[in-house]
């Protein structure tokens, strides 16, 4: 019941009255990443979904968007910003997610959705990830976060999925707000690409 209907119900009331409440707080910003960063303020990206079929993900923007001399994007690390840190590490970048959980394509409490280069090195246990709604917070997430290895982190998600239940949501919720306030696991691309590890791995 929780799974197919109530938690659905609980996505929607709680992202509108986030969306809402927060709208002031947004349109900051929104603003301060146009006098910082520029346009745009969005950052939109496919990614795989429930049943693996693809949506765009909504995040603000982090990074400022510069090129080599053969037109390909720099590296995270020289792109990123001071104030796209701050949004990171205090997880404001993922608040537009919430409209994602409003249009049905998210749920607050789910495995996060990673990007679709990823699909062929997971497992066969480990692409159960996709049978559920992906998340804006997860089991992995209170779990280590950033530091969590990958095989942690994808087992974390299945064990989601098998024991998904409105109590341990709620867990999930509570911890991730603890673990925001107090900044643990927070940092710029801590593992390793997942294809480049397991490549690595088979070889």
Not at 4 to 20: A, E, F, G, H, V
Not at 80 to 92: A, D, H
Not at 151 to 168: A, G, H, I, P, S
Request: aromatic share 10%; no cysteine.
């Amino acid at each position: 019941m929780y799974r197919k209907y109530i938690k659905r119900i609980l996505d929607l009331t709680l992202s509108t009255i986030l969306l809402i409440i927060l709208s002031p707080f947004l349109i900051i910003i929104s603003i301060l990443i146009i006098l910082l960063m520029g346009w745009p303020v969005i950052f939109v990206q496919e990614r795989p979904g429930l049943n693996e079929k693809a949506f765009k993900i909504y995040k603000f923007r982090s990074m400022l968007q510069k090129y080599d001399s053969k037109g390909n994007l720099l590296p995270d690390k020289q792109r990123v910003t001071k104030f796209g840190t701050l949004l990171r590490n205090t997880s404001i970048d993922e608040i537009p997610e919430l409209i994602n959980v409003i249009k049905g394509q998210m749920s607050i409490v789910g495995p996060r959705p990673l990007i679709f280069r990823y699909l062929p090195y997971y497992s066969e246990r480990e692409r159960k990830r996709h049978n559920v709604l992906p998340g804006i917070t997860g089991l992995a997430q209170i779990n280590g976060r950033n530091y969590a290895d990958w095989d942690k982190r994808l087992e974390l998600d299945v064990q989601y999925v098998e024991n998904m239940t409105f109590w341990l949501d709620l867990r999930i919720i509570f911890k991730t707000l603890l673990a925001v306030i107090k900044q643990e696991g927070t940092g710029l691309h801590v593992l390793p690409d997942l294809d480049a590890q397991r490549t690595g791995i088979n070889q």
